[in-house]
């Protein structure tokens, strides 16, 4: 069965954000945080991934988070890290080596997530039990300098494959997004193109 059919219980059963904003800076949540207001309405999913993944510095961005004004509808996901009161969790393409015991003692019941390249570890994530999929690069970006996208068709044919929501990530500037959800993507992510014309895109 196509996965976008498959999702859709699973989407209504764990209040899955529309969109994903990847921060890794206070400055960063300081610049989604001034544009807060004005996107209320959007199902938004605020990922807390410090580049090192440090456990310290990933439960400071939290706390930074939670010192701003975000709308209710706006999620904190810290990355690699579990944290009091945040039902979700987002595990790298790394922590999907763990086995089957290590991912739940980590994830401690919440909801998670997880970052993939490719159909083997979207396969591997969705045997251990992600409730959606971080798929990138859709096409090549800054943040993967000499890296070539693995373009909207194999996003496609990830999406026909698992019955799991697919978030697109790399590249996906607000003229692309369109082209990403042809292909079957439940949503989008962004990390360096976060501002008011992708979020107007996004809803």
Same mark, same amino acid.
């Given at each position: 069965?196509?996965? +976008? *059919? ?9 209040? *899955?954000? &529309? ?5 890794? !800076? ?29 456990? !310290? !510095? ?9 010192? *701003? $004004?975000? /709308? ?10 579990? +944290?009091?009161?945040?039902?979700? *969790? ?14 739940? $003692? ?13 159909? !083997?570890?979207?396969? &591997? ?14 096409? /090549?970006?800054?943040?993967? /300098? ?13 999406? +026909? &494959?698992? /019955? ?38 996004? &809803?």
């Amino acid at each position: 069965m196509h996965g +976008a *059919l498959v999702s859709a219980s699973l989407i209504a059963s764990v209040s *899955l954000p &529309r969109a994903l904003a990847l921060c890794g !800076e206070r400055s960063a949540l300081d610049h989604l945080a001034a544009l807060a207001s004005r996107f209320s309405a959007l199902q938004l999913g605020v990922v807390l991934r410090d580049p090192l993944h440090r456990r !310290e !510095e990933t439960l400071a961005l939290l706390q930074h988070y939670h010192h *701003l $004004s975000f /709308p209710p509808l706006w999620t904190p996901i810290p990355n690699t890290w579990p +944290a009091d009161g945040c039902e979700w *969790l987002h595990l790298t393409s790394a922590q999907l080596c763990f086995n089957d015991a290590e991912v739940r $003692s980590l994830a401690g019941g919440r909801w998670f997530g997880a970052s993939v390249h490719n159909i !083997e570890e979207a396969e &591997r994530a969705g045997a251990l039990g992600a409730r959606y999929l971080l798929l990138s690069p859709i096409y /090549p970006t800054d943040s993967k /300098p000499g890296q070539d996208g693995i373009g909207v068709g194999e996003l496609r044919r990830i999406c +026909a &494959r698992l /019955p799991l929501p697919v978030f697109a990530l790399g590249g996906v500037t607000a003229a692309r997004i369109g082209a990403c959800r042809a292909a079957g993507a439940y949503g989008v992510a962004t990390v360096s193109n976060v501002g008011a014309e992708w979020l107007a895109a996004v &809803r």
